[in-house]
């Protein structure tokens, strides 16, 4: 199993709606949680830290679940722009593991 | 921000070949990391490092070899290149955010994108 896994892509949805991208990972000791964001094959740069109590940036909320070892992201009003991969990331220390990945696609 | 300057960005070499990719930081960041990313896979880590003289393995260390003499410099050699090395490879440093959560932030270099013939 992966350490860090999420859900498979590509997810393809009309401008305007709301879509959710799920983590899990499988070391209780996580310590931190991120998400990134990474277009077309270029480097990863971060989208949002992920903190215990949920936060939120705008169009974008992220949550936690320490007991079920879950993370989301939630974007609300889709913008042609957040055409992307994201990727969620956990810090196991000092040593940063992503998952897979998830491509979103939106459309006109 | 920590400036990561990857080299060579284009790197085609064959079968059995040495290769070794660089990585520079122009601040002192302390953690490092080298990541390969393949279609299907995401990104992987391969070997990482907390310090000079410090390195640790990482998901798929088999193949590679890393070595640290100083904090800005973290490269990353192919000792007998493969086929299934053929790859993207990002190098990241960590820095800290500020604030009460201190959380820590990877920020990466471009990429060297690798062709093993």
């Known amino acids: 199993r992966k350490e860090v896994e999420q859900d498979p892509g590509p997810f393809n949805v009309p401008e305007g709606a709301t879509v959710a991208f799920n983590c899990t990972y499988s070391n209780s000791a996580s310590q931190s949680f991120f998400w990134y964001r990474q277009d077309c094959r270029k480097e990863p740069k971060l989208l949002m830290s992920v903190y215990s109590s949920g936060n939120e940036d705008g169009r974008f909320t992220a949550q936690l679940n320490r007991a079920s070892q879950y993370i989301s992201l939630l974007i609300r009003d889709s913008k042609l722009s957040d055409s992307a991969t994201y990727l969620c990331?956990?810090?196991?220390?000092?040593?940063?593991?992503f998952g897979q990945g998830t491509e979103l696609s939106v459309k006109p | 921000d920590a400036g990561i300057t990857q080299s060579p960005r284009y790197k085609i070499t064959e079968t059995g070949r040495q290769v070794t990719l660089m990585c520079h930081q122009t601040?002192?960041?302390?953690?490092m990391f080298w990541y390969r990313q393949d279609l299907g896979h995401g990104l992987r880590l391969i070997y990482y490092?907390?310090?000079?003289?410090?390195?640790d393995k990482g998901e798929v260390p088999d193949g590679y070899v890393v070595s640290r003499s100083k904090t800005e410099n973290f490269p990353l050699t192919l000792e007998s290149a493969t086929r299934s090395q053929t790859s993207v490879y990002f190098c990241?440093?960590?820095?800290?955010?500020?604030?009460?959560?201190?959380?820590?932030?990877?920020?990466f270099g471009a990429g060297s994108r690798l062709t093993v013939l």
């Open positions: 490092s907390a310090a000079a003289d410090i390195t």
């Open positions: 990241a440093a960590l820095t800290r955010t500020g604030g009460l959560s201190g959380a820590n932030v990877l920020t």
């Open positions: 601040w002192s960041h302390s953690y």
């Open positions: 990331v956990v810090d196991q220390g000092g040593k940063l593991i």
